[in-house]
């Protein structure tokens, strides 16, 4: 089918490496390693217009914050309040 498109030029990947992986190693609970993640929603009726995600990596334990901006004061804030 995409053959039968006249502009359409079908590019064979020359460099098929992969950089290596490496795991994430996570040896007690809230050692401080954590994933952490904003994602954009609709505006709530509140005004939050983002969710702001931690996962602790040993635990599994995950925190959904609503955050009005993706700026670095409440994020930190958050990070710091949920850790102590």
Do not use: C
């Not at 290596?20 to 009726?45: C, G, N, V, Y």
């Not at 509140?46 to 602790?56: A, E, S, V």
């Amino acid at each position: 089918m995409v053959s039968s498109v006249p502009f359409v030029r079908l590019v064979e990947k020359k460099n098929d490496q992969k950089a290596t992986l490496h795991p994430i190693i996570s040896t007690r609970p809230l050692e401080l390693l954590l994933a952490i993640d904003h994602l954009q929603i609709e505006t709530s009726k509140t005004g939050f217009n983002y969710i702001l995600t931690l996962i602790d990596y040993y635990t599994k334990f995950t925190v959904a914050v609503p955050v009005e901006d993706l700026t670095a004061k409440p994020t930190a804030s958050i990070v710091w309040s949920t850790l102590s």
